[in-house]
């Protein structure tokens, strides 16, 4: 919460609001989440990565 977004409790309106009308107030924080959260999938989800790990799965799967 707070790196790459807000983490908000389900159905809880006022929150939800209050994360918006904030974000809407401040550009620097809408840039700052969407830079972090760009750099999240970056580092996490490339597909180098997802194929080792798809690969190590069938490994595994394999060996039983």
Do not use: P
């Amino acid at each position: 919460d707070g790196y790459n977004g807000r983490l908000i409790e389900f159905r809880n309106i006022n929150k939800l609001s209050e994360a918006i009308i904030s974000l809407l107030k401040n550009k620097s924080l809408c840039e700052s989440y969407g830079k972090n959260g760009r750099q999240l999938v970056l580092d996490n989800f490339r597909n180098d990565l997802i194929e080792t790990q798809i690969v190590n799965i069938w490994n595994e799967i394999l060996s039983k």
